[in-house]
Every structure is written in structure tokens, then in C-alpha cells.
């Protein structure tokens, strides 16, 4: 049954990232709430969720003594996301900045990298909603709605930074990487760990997205909404840690 339920919220959240361009909404020059909204959710889950994460990996280098680790000090995990995040700022930052509207422009290493760290984040979410402790629909909806408002942030940016790419490609990539992450939870046996090793990867970007593409400029934010979702989102993580992941 979960099984069922996990698939509905994977097609929910992919619909997200496919129709995006269609929204009337964002048709128009002002910038909506709902933008401030997706900017409060993806702050809160960088730091609730994905860096607590690199303690889960440091914990996994470090099981079985002193001998299993890389280095004499409980940081492996933490220099993996730091050499990651490093390296997606220097390749990716000029990708970030190439204009996608220059006919004929090809696929440059920045771009290629962008979309490799996004494809895998999408797969890691994917994956999360396949593998979510819940058998019924009401479990899986402020999970969904969370995500949901989460991904219309990072695929507005992404279709701004990228208006030929996204509406032709992109959309139906990282809508596929999230049914491919979840296919892989409910079909495949032992790969929790790699993708939560993954996360040393991906992290770096999605801070680097999250503070620099989501939290709108002075002009176009709306306080109200981006502390409110921080807040919302901050409990829900620290109800679902309590009564459900422990």
C-alpha cells in the first residue's frame, strides 16, 4: 500500500517541475509569495536535514575503529562536502552565468555539472519518499506539500537561469531521476547507504542554490512568508525526527 502512496507523491511533486512554465503566476513581474514560501522550506531543510546527514556519514567512516577512517579526525565526511562544495562553485559558477538563450550554444562542463548535482538530488528525495515510515495518504501529504513548495523554488531559478534548456530538457530529467530514486527504494536492497553518502556530493550545490537562488533579493522578499515557512518547516522536520525516524 505504501508503495502506491509513494508513487502518487513522486507523480505529484514530478507535475511540479513539468507544468512550472505554464503557472500564470509566474507570468507576471512581481514576485509572488509563494517564491519566499519554497526560499524559507529549502534553508530549513539544508541545515536540518542535509547537514545532519554528513554526522551520519562521519558515524558510518568511523564504525569499526580508528583503522576505517581516512583521516585520525572525525572530519572525512565533512572535507568530502567541503571539496565538493568547492568544486561545484568553481565549475559550476560559470555555468550558472552562460546565457542559455545564444543560438546554438552547447552544453558547457559548469551546466553538465548543475544538472548532474540536481539529477542526483532528485534521486536522493526519490528515494526518501519511497523508503517514508508511513502506510497511509495523510502521513505522505505535509511531506509532499513540503517538497512541493520546496521544488517549485528550485525549478522557477532553474527555469530562469535556463529558459531553453528547462521547458526542452531539464523538466523531464529531474522528473525522471525522482521516479528512478524511487524505483530504486522499492526494488533495490542495500543502496540506503549510498545514497546517503551521496548527500557529501550534493550538498555543497544545494547550499549554494539554496542561499544564493532562493532567498529573493530586498526588493522582492516577503518577510512574513519566508520566516513562517522556516518556522513550519523547522517543526515539522523536528516532529518527524521524534515520533517517526527514532
Known amino acids: ?8 507523491a513522486v507523480l505529484a511533486i514530478s507535475l511540479i517541475g513539468v507544468t512550472l512554465p505554464k503557472w500564470r503566476m509566474f507570468r507576471r513581474h512581481r514576485h509572488p509569495p509563494i517564491l519566499s514560501v519554497a526560499a524559507g522550506i529549502g534553508i530549513a531543510y539544508v541545515f536540518l536535514v542535509l547537514l545532519p546527514k554528513l554526522a551520519e556519514i562521519e558515524d558510518a567512516l568511523g564504525e569499526g575503529g580508528g583503522d576505517g577512517t581516512i583521516l585520525p579526525v572525525a572530519l572525512n565526511a565533512y572535507l568530502g562536502a567541503l571539496a565538493g562544495f568547492v568544486m561545484f562553485l568553481l565549475i559550476a ?8 538563450r545564444q543560438a546554438g550554444a552547447k552544453l558547457s562542463l559548469g551546466e553538465l555539472t548543475v544538472f548532474c548535482v540536481f ?5 536522493q528525495v526519490g528515494f526518501l519518499l519511497g523508503e ?4 497511509n495518504i495523510f502521513g505522505y501529504l505535509p511531506l509532499v506539500c513540503a517538497f512541493g513548495l520546496h521544488f517549485i523554488g528550485i525549478n522557477f531559478h532553474l527555469w530562469k537561469r535556463y529558459p531553453v534548456k528547462y521547458p526542452k530538457a ?15 527504494s522499492v526494488t533495490a536492497e542495500g543502496i540506503a547507504d549510498v545514497v546517503k553518502f551521496s548527500t557529501m556530493f550534493v550538498a555543497g550545490g544545494i547550499i549554494i542554490t539554496a542561499m544564493r537562488e532562493e532567498i529573493p533579493a530586498q526588493r522582492d522578499v516577503n518577510i512574513l512568508y519566508f520566516l513562517g515557512s522556516v518556522t513550519i518547516t523547522a517543526i515539522f522536520i523536528l516532529i518527524v525526527e521524534i515520533y517517526l525516524l527514532r
Not at 1 to 8: D, E, G, Q, T, W
Not at 119 to 123: G, K
Not at 132 to 135: E, F, G, L, Y
Open 1 to 8: 500500500m505504501s508503495a502506491y502512496i509513494s508513487f502518487l
Open 93 to 100: 559558477n560559470k555555468g550558472f552565468f552562460e546565457d542559455d
Open 119 to 123: 539529477c542526483v538530488y532528485y534521486a
Open 132 to 135: 517514508w515510515p508511513s502506510a
Open 170 to 184: 531539464l523538466r523531464w530529467l529531474f522528473a525522471l531521476s525522482l521516479l528512478l530514486g524511487w524505483i530504486a
